[in-house]
């Protein structure tokens, strides 16, 4: 993945590939919010909030997680492929704990590369690292690779390229398990130790991570896709305006108007679960925000079952797709399949607060032929006027479902083997930040 440089800023660096919570950039001595699918610059400071977390996809194919209240500053980033001597990655975590997965600058240039912290200089051998820092102590872990460590001084300054070797360094492998890397201010030299929480321990990686960060580690293709969570208009700026490009959508011929018509079919406000499925094989989790009172986390849905699950790469701000490991996703190629929905969980969110939603008029409908999909439902809720509806369409792509950049609201979903069952997370801006958000599960109509 090259991502061009703009006219205006840093060079580009990376690509927000996924983000949570409360996430931010310092850029041009302005505090910004920070997206998904946003570009990262060479002289950004991104940071996060508590329980928020940001993955980046750098234009040399790394990884990069920057986890909850954490700081860290992109100082520059180059990819050069057709020189990499020219090519530079030098980054700084000010405070809390980062992930790092090597691209081609790690791959090709490894003196190329460097980390920095308030009290230690990180180089890396090739590898998949997570460091915690705070202003007197750094530690680190590594899953694959190795790493060299050693203290700031005057023969190890910051900003400086690649590892800081001598004396005072000290290198820390994967094969040495159990062991963490650590540096502290004023100490003469780096040691290794089995003592002090590790980073993980410290602040837990997302569970979006560990999908998004093997898909680097074992694809040297960039262009897979990650975390799928669909494109949309842009969001509507009253509540009256929504309804307007909800409506101008819903007057188009095609699939958009047999979704429409199984909803009007559908009026009454659906039960949260119909029960149409003993078993549904896809489901869903919240990331680790909104942790009071609503459904289970997506890593107790898969690590917490006795059934095989997997976490879906489908999501939205609120909610993340899970569903049950098949060896295989076999659809069909001609026709149109019919969805009834048989569960939901639907929210008003302002912010950080979720108002319980319901949902009528719910229609489904997936063109194999086509490779398309639509979806329509209504949703209501006491602080609105009345109900907004929640409408939009796109592509199919192995069984996944994402809307496109002519759809009103940002849709993305997944379709299970032989296409029985299908997810699909819905997120709508109704007015700025009023969000109309929700999961939905849907059964095969057979009739």
């Given at each position: 993945m090259l991502l061009p440089a703009l006219a205006w800023g840093g060079q580009v660096a990376g690509q927000v590939i996924f983000a949570t919570g409360e996430t931010f950039v310092m850029r041009d001595s302005q505090r910004l919010p920070l997206d998904i699918d946003a570009?990262?610059?060479?002289?950004?400071?991104?940071?996060?909030?508590?329980?928020?977390?940001i993955h980046l996809r750098m234009v040399d194919g790394a990884f990069v997680s920057l986890r909850s209240e954490s700081a860290l500053s992109i100082d520059s980033y180059r990819f050069e492929p057709a020189d990499p001597a020219a090519s530079r990655a030098n980054l700084t975590l000010h405070h809390g704990v980062a992930r790092s997965i090597s691209g081609e600058i790690g791959a090709r240039s490894k003196e190329h590369f460097r980390l920095d912290t308030p009290v230690a200089a990180i180089g890396i051998r090739g590898t998949d690292f997570s460091v915690y820092t705070g202003n007197d102590l750094s530690r680190l872990s590594v899953r694959r690779g190795g790493v060299v460590m050693a203290p700031l001084s005057e023969r190890c300054l910051q900003l400086g390229l690649g590892p800081c070797e001598g004396p005072s360094a000290e290198e820390l492998f994967a094969t040495q398990q159990g062991l963490l890397l650590e540096a502290r201010r004023?100490?003469?030299?780096?040691?290794?130790?089995?003592?002090?929480?590790?980073?993980?321990?410290y602040s837990p990686p997302h569970p979006a991570e560990a999908y998004l960060g093997q898909r680097r580690a074992h694809s040297p293709n960039h262009r897979e896709p990650t975390l799928i969570t669909g494109q949309s208009l842009p969001g509507a700026n009253t509540y009256e305006e929504a309804l307007e490009q909800a409506e101008r959508y819903m007057s188009q011929t095609g699939l958009i108007a047999e979704a429409v018509e199984r909803g009007n079919a559908a009026s009454e406000i659906q039960p949260r679960d119909r029960g149409l499925v003993a078993s549904p094989d896809v489901m869903w989790g919240r990331w680790s925000d909104y942790t009071?009172?609503?459904?289970?986390?997506?890593?107790?849905?898969?690590?917490g079952s006795s059934q095989d699950r997997r976490y879906a790469a489908v999501g939205n701000s609120v909610f993340a797709l899970v569903e049950t490991e098949t060896p295989e996703r076999r659809l069909p190629e001609t026709g149109k399949a019919y969805f009834n929905l048989n569960r939901y969980e639907a929210y008003i969110k302002r912010g950080s607060d979720l108002e319980t939603a319901s949902i009528s008029h719910p229609g489904l409908v997936v063109d194999f032929e086509q490779q398309r999909f639509a979806a329509r439902m209504d949703v209501h809720a006491h602080s609105l006027p009345g109900p907004v509806p929640v409408v939009g369409g796109g592509d199919i792509e192995d069984g996944y479902l994402q809307s496109d950049g002519k759809s009103p609201s940002k849709l993305a979903g997944v379709l299970t083997d032989g296409a029985g069952e299908a997810g699909l997370l819905f997120e709508y801006q109704i007015e700025p930040g009023v969000d109309a958000v929700?999961?939905?599960?849907?059964?095969l109509d057979r009739e």
């Open positions: 570009s990262v610059r060479e002289g950004d400071r991104l940071e996060t909030g508590k329980e928020s977390h004023d100490a003469s030299a780096a040691h290794l130790t089995r003592q002090g929480q590790s980073p993980d321990e009071e009172g609503f459904t289970a986390q997506v890593s107790r849905l898969i690590h929700g999961a939905t599960h849907w059964v």
